[in-house]
């Protein structure tokens, strides 16, 4: 009998169409957004395929009481309900590492775009100026110290692409080994207090935990260095959201990336301010990604389920 299998999410269709094309699989397609359209679908699915979008809280869980598998092609599951899953033997599967080339391009692009100024040199140009007077107190991205929170897959993507620039790297994690440390083209910094107020560019790359959750809020901020630069393309709850758009409009940021927000969408108006680079949670979302994923997550759905 086929394995009922529920994708809940937009996903691959390379990988939509192997699935349905493996008589292993029973598969509905029926992306949807909140809990409760999730809860009144996902009744007699045994695998439930999802994004980060998507609420996979205690509540969805109880509603498929046939469920015993999760299959997400992301990094973090901070949307599943692990303990709830691991209370009825339910695997969660996951792909760490798998986006990182993505998300570590798109937070390079963040570093050139601030330090460049690139939007507000836009702005100019459509408005019709053409200043150029003041391109000359800009710097090349071997003059910035760079500060890697985080040192996982991500992390240690932006540290080697970032040596290519000249860059000087630095990082706090303090999970990770000494010797990792040098194979990760980083050095290691032994406190987050320290990495904020030696460093001119900050870049998070944490999983959302209830020890990373507002990680930096109104102190922190105030340890980094006046007119420096802090990205995030973590979690937005890593980052107390406000806190940083104030310290930007005081002028003690000189810039700020946010890939990721808090809430998301956001629930109200955001600065229309050029040193503000905003992205809609696409970090890790490029063409070549999703088709890396879409084969991965394949290949971990046939391991789990293989022919009899």
């Not at 409760?36 to 045994?46: H, K, M, N, S, T």
């Not at 969805?60 to 299959?71: K, R, T």
């Not at 080697?160 to 000494?178: C, N, T």
């Not at 955001?270 to 063409?287: E, K, N, S, Y």
């Amino acid at each position: 009998m086929p394995t009922a299998m529920l994708i809940a999410a937009d996903v691959d269709p390379a990988f939509i169409a192997r699935v349905k094309g493996d008589a292993r699989f029973d598969v509905r397609h029926e992306p949807v957004r909140s809990e409760d359209e999730l809860v009144a679908i996902v009744g007699d699915a045994q695998v439930l395929v999802t994004r980060a979008y998507n609420r996979v809280t205690r509540r969805v869980i109880e509603a498929a009481p046939q469920l015993e598998l999760i299959a997400q092609g992301t990094s973090g599951t901070d949307n599943i309900d692990a303990v709830a899953a691991r209370e009825r033997g339910i695997t969660i599967v996951s792909l760490p590492g798998e986006n990182a080339n993505a998300v570590a391009e798109l937070v390079i692009g963040f570093m050139l775009m601030m330090t460049r100024t690139i939007p507000l040199y836009t702005r100019d140009v459509v408005s019709g100026r053409w200043l150029r007077d003041d391109c000359a107190t800009r710097h090349e991205m071997r003059h910035y110290r760079l500060g890697i929170v985080g040192l996982g897959e991500v992390g240690r993507r932006v540290a080697r692409l970032s040596r290519a620039f000249g860059m000087e790297v630095h990082a706090y994690d303090p999970y990770i080994s000494d010797d990792d440390f040098l194979a990760r083209d980083a050095v290691r910094i032994g406190s987050l207090d320290e990495l904020l107020a030696a460093i001119d560019i900050v870049t998070l790359h944490v999983p959302l935990t209830e020890e990373t959750r507002r990680m930096i809020g109104p102190l922190q901020l105030e340890r980094m260095r006046p007119g420096s630069f802090l990205i995030n393309a973590a979690r937005g709850e890593v980052l107390d959201q406000q806190a940083a758009l104030d310290a930007l409009a005081a002028n003690h940021l000189g810039g700020l990336a946010l890939d990721v927000l808090d809430p998301e969408p956001p629930s109200g108006a955001l600065p229309d301010d050029p040193r503000l680079v905003l992205t809609p949670h696409i970090a890790g979302c490029t063409f070549e990604c999703k088709r890396d994923i879409g084969e991965r997550l394949y290949e971990r759905m046939a391991e789990r389920y293989p022919w009899v």
